[in-house]
């Protein structure tokens, strides 16, 4: 009798081995589950028109107010209204923190930040921005040569770490976009030339960071009986995101990040569930949801970019590098992932296995679901 329980238990204890080893192997590689909490972008405008400069800054408006050492009422308020009381009545120290860590040169001459408009509030992915107006008084009359440095949210001040500043500007109807970081600090403007390696890694690691799309993916996999519905679930992904991820990084499409995050968590729920149906009408159906669910998951990936001007061809090419970012990871993890699943289905233990991931990467999904649906519904209260 015991010899037979024992042997009820191996597949089991098989089954929590290769679950652990496809996710380890799939998820570590993204990063801890509360990076999006740990890093933030910030996003800045530069538009100059004859001899006026003018900059525009969204911050993150907890961490600004944390940055600027401003008391827990400011930097704990969630109700809009209150954020932008707070955030007026304490402009002059916001000011001293941004114009101490922002910068725009002309010629190699410093100008001097002046504050423009009154300060405003902007949701970006559920999360509020601080939108601070400056123009830029440079010496000599017109400017010339413009260059931008940010030391903005730096990994010293311990609140977070590895802060992107997402630059585009606009230069007497010349455009172009560019990112910052602690390793590349300063752009010059009129080097008009995208920075195509940046906004590719940019990807890269949105990808890598962004959990809900890793496990929408790993879904993906757990449902794949073959190498060719691998590729073609992959493609169906692959355009569908591409797709909207352009429109909607150009301006063209503009759905809530209220809808779209509570959908992009719900699609992890339905992966997971069409993961453990072997019916064949499911495998039929699937590549079609994914297109769909691809869709959505293209808009969530263009709020990340942060960029929404209209038609020029130094967005595109940023845009499409940043799109090459999320397929080389999305590629690489495939690669990983699948040889696994291959492996655990010529197991006793690939049921148990299928089973218990699925199940994980769906509670998941729908906790995100909930968790979303509360964060949007209090937003608009």
């Not at 890093?39 to 408006?61: F, K, P, Q």
């Not at 009422?73 to 101490?100: C, F, H, I, K, S």
Request: net charge negative; hydrophobic share 55%; with cysteine.
């Amino acid at each position: 009798m015991m010899h037979h329980h024992r042997r009820r238990r191996v597949p089991f204890a098989r089954a929590a081995a290769a679950v652990g080893a496809i996710l380890l192997a799939v998820v570590l590689p993204a990063g801890p589950a509360a990076a999006h909490d740990s890093t933030t972008s910030a996003y800045a405008e530069i538009e100059r028109l004859g001899s006026e400069v003018t900059v525009e800054l969204e911050l993150e408006y907890d961490l600004l107010m944390k940055s600027a050492w401003l008391y827990a009422e400011a930097y704990e308020a969630t109700d809009p209204a209150e954020q932008l009381r707070q955030l007026t009545g304490n402009a002059d120290a916001v000011d001293e923190y941004v114009t101490e860590r922002f910068a725009v040169d002309a010629d190699d001459s410093r100008c001097l930040l002046e504050r423009g408009d009154a300060p405003d509030l902007r949701q970006r992915n559920d999360r509020a921005f601080a939108v601070l107006s400056y123009v830029a008084e440079c010496r000599g009359g017109e400017p010339g040569t413009l260059a931008v440095s940010s030391a903005l949210f730096p990994d010293i001040e311990g609140f977070v770490h590895d802060t992107e500043t997402l630059v585009s500007w606009d230069l007497d109807g010349a455009r172009g976009s560019g990112m910052l970081d602690a390793g590349a600090p300063t752009i010059e403007l009129d080097a008009t030339a995208p920075q195509f390696g940046a906004f590719f890694v940019l990807g890269a690691e949105h990808l890598l960071l962004g959990l809900d799309h890793v496990l929408f993916l790993v879904a993906l996999l757990l449902g794949a009986r073959s190498i060719r519905g691998v590729v073609l679930n992959a493609r169906m992904f692959t355009v569908a995101h591409s797709v909207t991820f352009l429109l909607a990084g150009m301006g063209l499409v503009n759905v809530p990040a209220a809808i779209v995050e509570p959908v992009i968590a719900l699609s992890i729920v339905a992966a997971a569930a069409a993961a453990l149906s072997r019916r064949e009408t499911a495998a039929r159906w699937r590549p079609p949801v994914v297109f769909a669910f691809g869709l959505l998951h293209g808009l969530g990936f263009a709020s990340a970019l942060g960029i929404d001007e209209g038609w020029s061809w130094e967005l595109l090419s940023s845009l499409i590098a940043f799109n090459l970012g999320i397929e080389a990871v999305q590629l690489v993890l495939i690669a990983i992932a699948f040889p696994l699943l291959v492996l655990l289905r010529r197991t006793a233990a690939a049921g148990p296995a299928i089973l218990i991931a699925a199940v994980l990467v769906g509670a998941a999904g729908l906790f995100w679901f909930v968790e979303r649906v509360i964060a949007g519904v209090s937003a608009m209260a």
